[in-house]
């Protein structure tokens, strides 16, 4: 775009960084805003719109705006639409094309588990002629920085919207290389995947993490991930604590979620309610 283009998680791609984030579990546009504003070391937030608490219709157009308010140095908002990957009919490109047009840098999309499913994401993704989404909301480029015009946004959308699906199935996983190598004429393509260890740890048929996943859940993590890197594209991994998320950094992944809101509140919450009555709190919190 002609003007500033505020896209920290792009950037970090650019850059071969480690791009760290957090998952917005919980709504309301002050939470979003407060999260989003934590740390300057946050690249980026997703706001879950399947299993967290967030309508897709106004919640995460309302969450995208409070965090594109905080500025050049705000973190890149993603949305993860509540429809699967399994969809691969074209039927919930709405909600792809309702994130974007809200002002979303990416969107993430469960349970993709077939080349045809990914390819039809990428096309819901992709203005023509990559793809089929739709153009004409006025709002859009409002939320993607001072003085971003419409003109600006149409020209440079399918190059800056990030699009990665989930592998969290063992059909996922057989299909990995062609999920990876999703494309057509025009540059159709995704930009990596993000691996759900919960449900991917469930569908191989093992407990999921605790607060590790299982050592063969692990093995097909890093299959994951050295695969996606044979096929140059991103890997990312949810993580639910700093120390998990700097271990997966030095392993190589390039986009890692630290924490959820909700997570961290309870926990902050816990510890100094066990400080102010002098005892510890070695309780150990499941999943999110």
């Known amino acids: 775009m002609a003007t500033a283009l505020t896209h920290p998680l792009l950037h970090a791609f650019r850059a071969a960084k480690p791009a760290f984030g957090i998952w917005l579990t919980l709504p309301g546009a002050f939470n979003a805003r407060a999260a989003a504003s934590a740390s300057p070391h946050l690249s980026w937030v997703v706001i879950d719109c399947e299993h967290g608490m967030t309508s897709l219709h106004t919640g995460a157009g309302e969450l995208i705006a409070a965090v594109a ?42 349970m993709v588990s077939t080349r045809a499913q990914a390819a039809s994401v990428v096309a819901a993704a992709r203005f023509p002629p990559q793809g089929i989404r739709g153009f004409g909301n006025p709002f859009t480029q409002l939320a993607w920085g001072p003085g971003v015009s419409a003109a600006d946004y149409l020209a ?39 691996i759900g260890p919960y449900d991917l740890s469930l569908s191989l048929g093992f407990p999921p993490p605790s607060p ?77």
């Open 69 to 110: 308010g905080l500025g050049p140095d705000a973190p890149s908002a993603l949305v993860r639409i509540p429809a699967t990957g399994p969809c691969a009919d074209g039927s919930v490109s709405w909600q792809i094309k309702y994130v974007l047009d809200q002002g979303a840098r990416g969107v993430v999309v469960p």
């Open 156 to 194: 440079r959308a399918n190059e800056s919207v990030l699009v990665l699906v989930q592998i969290e199935t063992r059909e996922g996983v057989e299909n990995l290389d062609d999920i990876l190598s999703t494309a057509a004429d025009g540059g159709m393509r995704t930009d990596g995947v993000l």
């Open 212 to 288: 590790d996943p299982h050592p063969e859940v692990e093995k097909t993590i890093q299959q994951i991930l050295a695969s996606s890197h044979a096929k140059n594209k991103k890997c990312a991994l949810f993580c639910t604590s700093g120390a998990q998320a700097a271990k997966r950094a030095k392993e190589g992944f390039d986009m890692i979620n630290v924490t959820t809101d909700s997570g961290s509140m309870a926990e902050g919450l816990a510890r100094h309610l066990s400080e102010a009555v002098g005892t510890t709190n070695d309780k150990q919190r499941f999943g999110y």
